[in-house]
């Protein structure tokens, strides 16, 4: 299961996921776009279904229909996160709320709804959280000047819980067999303005933002058994930029 599936990064590890033979759930706000992505996946029968995973009902039922049609939960990659672009001084603490809701509480949400599921099979599993650079360093003012998607303080905090709450469940899931590491990925190009792509890549060893599908690999490495004796880590993908 995949969620916030039919945006950027989701629909990379939806297409990874179904080229290696999973039955992939692909899961977003939108049901004709989930539904609509899943019948494009190579492979196996695919299901597109809503879930908001700020709301525990919603993921309560994705989990039933798992249950109910796949019999059985093996990944859980929480991809499902929201940005707020404001200055920090204009920030409503709703909007602040609502980021901590969804990025941390979706993923909260999904791993205790989800290793339910998994602990039923018998199986294991493998959960991914995907984090941020910005999780784990704060971001740099001086980089956004053309472009007005500042980062921001409630999205970094939102994110630097999802690592820590990776440690946490990696712990606490280790005797059902469940595996949980986190994705933290760097700036990853979207048609950002030249200004900002070139600033920020001044920042980075490899010069340049991520490609959308560069983080397959990883997501791959952390679903399958070639990561098996690997829980509760943080793997940092980003052209080297917290290297110096
Ligand atoms: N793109 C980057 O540069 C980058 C860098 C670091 C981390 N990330 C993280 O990667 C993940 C994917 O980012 P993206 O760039 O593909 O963003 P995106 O906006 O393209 O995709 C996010 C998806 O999440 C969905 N979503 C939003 N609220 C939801 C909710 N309540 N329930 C379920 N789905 C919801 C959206 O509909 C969207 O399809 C996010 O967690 C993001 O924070 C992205």
Redesign the pocket.
């Known amino acids: 299961m995949v ?2 599936a ?5 629909r990379q590890f939806c297409q990874a996921l179904a080229a290696a033979g999973a039955e992939v759930w692909v899961t ?2 939108e049901q004709a776009r989930c539904q609509q992505l899943a019948e494009t996946l190579p492979g196996p029968q695919h299901h597109g279904w809503v ?4 709301e525990p009902q919603s993921v309560q039922a994705v989990m039933g229909k798992i249950a109910a049609r796949s019999g059985r939960l093996d990944i859980l990659i929480n ?5 707020v672009f404001e200055p920090f001084e204009e920030r409503s603490f709703a909007d602040f709320m609502r980021v901590l809701q ?2 941390t509480g ?1 993923t909260f949400l999904c791993i205790q709804q989800g290793s339910q599921l998994m602990r039923q099979s018998g199986q294991g599993g493998s959960i991914i959280n ?1 984090g ?2 910005y999780g784990v360093v704060s971001s740099d003012p001086r980089i956004y000047t053309d472009c007005n998607r500042k980062n921001s303080e409630c999205y970094s905090a939102s ?1 630097a819980g999802i690592i820590q709450m990776t440690r946490y469940f990696a712990v606490h899931l280790a005797p059902y067999g469940i595996r949980v590491n986190c994705i933290s ?4 190009y ?1 048609r950002q303005g030249e200004d900002f792509v070139a600033h920020y890549s001044r920042g980075v060893p490899m010069a340049r933002m991520g490609q959308e599908e560069e983080l397959n690999g990883a997501a791959l490495f952390l679903a399958s058994e070639e990561s098996s004796y690997m829980t509760g880590q943080n793997l940092i993908i980003d052209g080297g930029r917290l290297s110096w």
């Not at 879930?51 to 700020?54: E, L």
């Not at 991809?79 to 940005?83: D, E, S, T, W």
């Not at 990925?185 to 990853?188: D, K, L, M, S």
């Open positions: 969620t916030g039919t945006g950027q990064l989701g977003d706000l879930v908001d995973v700020g991809n499902a996160g929201i940005a969804v990025n979706g995907i941020s650079i994110k990925p760097g700036g990853v979207n």
